[in-house]
Every structure is written in C-alpha cells, then in structure tokens.
C-alpha cells in the first residue's frame, strides 16, 4: 500500500466516525483534545493493544511532551506495528502526528478503524469480485 497523499481530508460524516469509535475505548487518559492528546503516539498504541494485542507493547511508549521524543514514539509504533498492518507512515506524516497537524490523526484512525472492521467483518471481502468462491 502506497504511502498516503497528504491532501486527504475525511468528510463531516467519516470524522463523526472516528471520534465516535475511539470514544469506545477504555484509555489510560480522558481525550479532551485528540490532536493534542494522542500526538505522543501513547493513546494510539492503547488503542492498537487492544485491536492486536500481539502486535503492541505498551511499555515501548512513553507518555512525552517533546517533539523528538512524540517522534520517537511514532517512529516506533510506524517499525512495529502499522508496518505489520501495511500502514505505511513517511517522515513527512510522522511529523505532522506528533505536531497534531493537517488532520492527519484523524486520517489514520480512520484507516486503523476501516481496516480493523474489514478484518473482524469478512463478508465485506467476501463480497469483492475475484474474492473467495469467485472459480
């Protein structure tokens, strides 16, 4: 999967989405402002614990003020675990993630959350041409 092109904006609806679904989760930290509150990485990687708990470990994160470290965080969990996913973070949007910039937060949850239904909720692949059955 390409990496993303930084002009993607979610739609009114698509964002309703992602405050709703990560509302859903029992985090270390009440989100008053998800920009701000998850651009250390460490609410993030909460949540990816519990959607793969094999894949995270929590102990990697550290809760940090400091771009350099938000940065390190993000470079970990983008090595470990989104490259596992086939997320694929560039330095450019790892930047904008710990600077909690250009919606791109958003964009991710949205694409975790997207990608997390297709796996627990097969009928959807099932319905694409050339899926499973299709001989």
Not at 13 to 20: A, F, K, N, S
Not at 45 to 51: R, T, V, Y
Not at 65 to 90: E, G, H, M, P, S
Not at 102 to 123: D, F, H, I, Q, W
Request: glycine content about 6%; aromatic content about 8%.
């Amino acid at each position: 999967m390409p990496p993303r092109k930084k002009s993607i904006e979610l739609s009114t609806q698509e964002l309703i989405e992602v405050y709703g679904w990560v509302k859903k989760f029992n985090l270390s930290k009440e989100i008053k402002n998800i920009n701000r509150d998850l651009s250390d990485g460490v609410l993030v990687a909460e949540i990816l614990k519990h959607l793969y708990p094999k894949l995270v470990e929590l102990h990697n994160y550290t809760r940090c003020n400091a771009t350099r470290n938000k940065l390190d965080n993000w470079q970990t969990l983008n090595r470990k675990v989104f490259r596992r996913l086939n997320i694929y973070l560039d330095d450019d949007m790892i930047g904008e993630l710990a600077s909690g910039s250009n919606g791109m937060l958003e964009v991710l949850l949205y694409e975790v959350m997207a990608k997390y239904s297709l796996e627990t909720n097969p009928r959807h692949q099932s319905d694409e041409p050339g899926g499973m059955g299709a001989d």
